[in-house]
């Protein structure tokens, strides 16, 4: 291939090879969701595993269904972090190739 078409072939393969890089390494992070000023934390990494909770045993005892909804607002919060790392990290990736307005990306 030649032309325009095959330097288009040769950005795609280049930004392919980069966001796997970048995927990889926002695997390897982790972010901390937390809720109630910190009465409940979690932390997640980038494949959005959770890896550990921590909650304020006290909060068990005096309203336990408060401490589950800061359980969930703390996983929400970890999830919406590591979503913008995600946009952050890959979303320029794409930015060399000159798509279309309104193109998006799969991730």
Avoid: C, W, Y
């Avoid at 330097?7 to 937390?34: F, I, S, W, Y």
């Amino acid at each position: 291939m030649k032309g325009p078409l095959a330097g288009l072939m040769q950005k795609a393969q280049r930004m392919q090879e980069d966001m796997q890089r970048a995927q990889e390494e926002l695997a390897q992070l982790e972010v901390t969701g937390q809720a109630g000023g910190g009465l409940v934390s979690v932390v997640m990494s980038g494949r959005h595993e959770v890896r550990r909770v921590n909650i304020d045993r006290k909060l068990f005892a005096d309203d336990p269904e408060m401490a589950e909804d800061l359980v969930a607002a703390a996983i929400n919060d970890a999830v919406n972090k590591v979503g913008a790392l995600s946009q952050e990290r890959l979303g320029g990736l794409a930015a060399g190739l000159n798509l279309p307005a309104g193109f998006k990306m799969p991730f």
